[in-house]
């Protein structure tokens, strides 16, 4: 069994930055795909960006391209998602998750989900 812990997030305007961080407990990340999902007020979920650990592959959903940034920490049980030019667009609930998974951008796969941390963006 993973437990997944975040960090991070809060309150920024418009152009700043943030980081996130997802710490798994119970086993380490090196077989897993870890994804980070958000969802804003009355809209469904959705992919924002995922890591595959051993390959070390980066997928990035189309909106968050180039100014967001999932990285791996040192350590095989912790994972980051720098937030760069936030909008307020980019203002949801953000959760972690980690699985197995065939389809980085997919909920389906994901086994193991954080307790979600809220990301506000000020005009």
């Known amino acids: 069994q993973v437990q997944l812990v975040q960090s991070g997030g809060g309150l920024v305007q418009a152009g700043g930055s943030l980081r996130l961080s997802c710490g798994a407990s119970?086993?380490?990340?090196?077989?897993?795909?870890v994804g980070w999902f958000r969802q804003a007020p009355g809209k469904e979920r959705e992919f924002v960006a995922a890591l595959w650990w051993s390959g070390g592959m980066t997928y990035y959903a189309d909106s968050v391209k180039g100014r967001f940034t999932i990285s791996r920490g040192n350590a095989r049980s912790t994972v980051y998602l720098q937030m760069n030019g936030l909008a307020p667009e980019d203002t949801a609930l953000y959760y972690c998750?980690?699985?197995?998974?065939?389809?980085?951008?997919?909920?389906?796969?994901?086994?193991?989900w954080g307790q979600g941390t809220q990301v506000t963006v000020s005009s």
């Open positions: 998750a980690a699985g197995i998974v065939r389809s980085p951008s997919t909920e389906s796969g994901y086994d193991y």
């Open positions: 119970g086993r380490t990340f090196s077989s897993y795909t």
